[in-house]
């Protein structure tokens, strides 16, 4: 099983990026899928999971800033992040799982290898 993300970089507080992952080496459609992240010094937290009907939840801290997205068709996942703010700053980490994913890291199955966001004030 391979994740690749890409789409992360350095943007400004209050701006976007979007971020995607591609899957490979499973039926993509029968898995839930989400995005953790990692700041330095931090345990990894739970950002955001979709599941196979489409079903969203994020942590609490996205607050409305954050939409996950699905393409089965496409074998991808995708963030988009808005408002973003410097605290946002963490690397992003793609993951997905036979079962839900908001319960934390250990509930992972696959994980990407991650992509930077650095969010500057």
């Known amino acids: 099983v391979l994740l690749e993300e890409s789409g992360g970089g350095l943007v400004q507080a209050g701006g976007t990026l979007r971020l995607s992952c591609t899957a490979s080496g499973l039926t993509f459609s029968n898995h839930v899928w989400g995005w953790f992240r990692q700041a330095p010094g931090r345990e990894r937290e739970f950002v955001a999971q979709?599941?196979?009907?489409?079903?969203?939840m994020y942590g609490d801290f996205v607050k409305g800033r954050f939409t996950i997205s699905r393409d089965n068709a496409k074998n991808a996942v995708y963030l988009q992040m808005a408002s973003l703010k410097p605290e946002d700053t963490a690397v992003y980490y793609c993951?997905?799982?036979?079962?839900?994913?908001?319960?934390?890291?250990?509930?992972?199955?696959?994980w990407g290898r991650g992509t930077q966001v650095t969010v500057s004030s």
């Open positions: 993951a997905g799982s036979a079962g839900p994913i908001y319960d934390g890291p250990k509930m992972v199955g696959y």
């Open positions: 979709i599941t196979r009907s489409g079903g969203e």
